[in-house]
């Protein structure tokens, strides 16, 4: 039942994730990016006790980020049919080459399988706010503050970048 | 619920990781090659996120997972901005035309 549900996620996630390269359509790769995030919060979630992870995968990947690909998408008027076509070379040697980095991720991969498995995955509630705030308010304090300077950094070099014309002020 | 072994997630990740790259190599629009990055970004913090199973009292993983996010959003949006001004400056999004710095 549980590698079942495993797979059913897994092989959505995989499925949507291809649909994005071979949708052309920009905003169709957009929204097929929104359905794999939110399947891998789900694993996030179901799998791998980390629900809190999901919740802020969900609010800040499919949410935030991906409105504002959609956003720019719609205010470039990129939204039809207007992707420039890749010669076939390019194509096909792109699919090589991410087959074959596939390739050498599973051929190392493969001793991994009999890795030792997860210490205590009793303990129902790894994931959860109280926890991960403990950890991130006391050892993770410094990169947490850090965390807010890139922040400020980057909301003023994005309206920096954004104001239609320097000179004008 | 949890008792999915720790390398069907680490080969999930190689999958999505090399749909990513791919994604990067063969689309020529801008906003596509960002999007690869962030699906690249996302198939690192499935590892990240499956390793700290081993690790429950200090969530190292899944903390290192959040700092990906915030760094991940940050990057979106600076990328963004510079999308947008490299389309009003060039009239253009096609990666192989944008060969300014080209030698």
């Known amino acids: ?169 | 619920m949890d008792n999915i072994p720790t390398a069907h997630f680490l080969i999930l990740a190689a999958a999505l990781l090399a749909i990513g790259m791919a994604l990067v190599l063969v689309k020529k629009n801008a906003i596509m090659v960002l999007m690869g990055i962030e699906l690249m970004l996302n198939a690192a913090n499935i590892n990240l996120v499956a390793f700290s199973r081993q690790d429950a009292h200090q969530l190292q993983g899944q903390l290192m997972a959040m700092f990906v996010l915030v760094v991940a959003a940050a990057e979106a949006s600076i990328a963004l901005a510079m999308v947008i001004k490299v389309f009003y400056h060039f009239k253009t999004l096609d990666l192989d035309e944008l060969s300014e710095l080209k030698g």
Not at chain 1, 41 to 68: D, K, R
Not at chain 1, 148 to 157: Q, Y
């Open chain 1, 1 to 169: 039942m549980n590698n079942l549900l495993f797979l059913l996620l897994s092989s959505v996630s995989i499925i949507s994730a291809l649909l994005v390269i071979f949708s052309k359509n920009p905003v169709y790769s957009v929204l097929f990016l929104v359905l794999t995030f939110f399947t891998l919060a789900g694993h996030f979630a179901i799998f791998l006790g980390a629900e809190f992870l999901a919740i802020v995968n969900i609010i800040v990947y499919a949410g935030a980020i991906m409105v504002l690909f959609l956003f720019v998408i719609m205010l470039l008027n990129l939204n039809k049919e207007s992707e420039p076509t890749t010669p076939m070379l390019s194509k096909i040697s792109a699919i090589v080459a991410g087959g074959l980095f596939l390739l050498v991720l599973f051929a190392a991969l493969t001793n991994q399988i009999n890795a030792p498995e997860a210490l205590n995955s009793k303990a129902g509630d790894i994931g959860m706010v109280k926890k991960l705030g403990q950890v991130l308010f006391t050892e993770y304090l410094l990169p947490f503050e850090i965390s807010s300077v890139l922040f400020l950094s980057a909301m003023v070099g994005a309206v920096m970048l954004g104001k239609k014309d320097l000179k004008q002020g």
